[in-house]
């Protein structure tokens, strides 16, 4: 099916510390989510991304939290400063259109030290 | 309140079998739901989906049940396969067109062969 890119797989990181995501959608998809997972605990939906514009997000998109896909470029997450219970599986998905199928990347493990 | 369930964390089953994974849900305005298979390490991979206007949805070994009355749905894997061993989520959406997807923690299958 269609592939959507994620790096780094891995990033380990000092609590305080800003981290960026980055996630390759695929190409003519016009919304983008980010999904967070921690260990053995289910997929939590954060924000969803469309025309430039944050549309839904969730009480797990905390205030250190931006997201942005300048120019159709990467589609990434930011977090700043990071805390330790940032620590997770960010999974980036993307579809056409909004109720649409949703395709999703490998995802980016962080650890927050 | 979790807004989706999967009655099973985990399911065995002989190579061959069915296998039957259950999900219901709160949220009466869902209409779309995904299931996905999930490898470890690996990202949620779309398996198959239903929108709540149909009852069944089949393609190839897998087929979902949907009951909008009693809110619950299942997903059949006829001829199970060793390869089948994975997680599957259950996800929902619906009551905007933003496609927030809500998950389900998770059902392990284990296909012995």
């Known amino acids: 099916g269609p592939k959507v890119l994620q790096i780094p797989s891995h990033q380990i990181i000092d609590m305080g510390q800003m981290v960026t995501l980055n996630c390759d959608p695929v190409?003519?998809?016009?919304?983008f989510y980010w999904y967070k997972q921690i260990l053995g605990q289910q997929m939590e939906f954060l924000v969803n991304?469309?025309?430039?514009?944050?549309?839904?997000k969730s009480k797990l998109f905390k205030d250190q939290f931006s997201v942005e896909r300048p120019d159709g470029s990467y589609f990434t997450l930011k977090i700043q400063p990071t805390a330790l219970e940032d620590s997770a599986v960010y999974f980036c998905a993307s579809s056409f259109l909004g109720g649409d199928e949703q395709y999703f990347g490998p995802g980016t493990r962080l650890t927050v030290l | 309140q979790q807004q989706v369930r999967q009655s099973s964390q985990s399911l065995t089953v002989w190579e061959g079998e069915t296998a039957i994974l259950n999900c219901s849900y709160e949220n009466s305005a869902f209409d779309y739901f995904p299931w996905y298979q999930q490898f470890p390490g690996e990202g949620p991979a779309l398996l198959i989906a239903?929108?709540?206007?149909?009852d069944k949805k089949e393609d190839g070994r897998f087929t979902i049940f949907f009951n909008k009355r009693e809110k619950n749905l299942s997903l059949h894997i006829k001829d199970s396969q060793p390869g089948d061993s994975a997680t599957y989520f259950c996800a929902a959406s619906g009551g905007s067109a933003l496609g927030r997807l809500h998950f389900g923690a998770g059902t392990q299958l284990i296909v012995i062969p």
């Open positions: 239903i929108r709540s206007v149909s």
């Open positions: 991304f469309y025309n430039g514009k944050v549309m839904e």
């Open positions: 190409s003519n998809h016009l919304y």
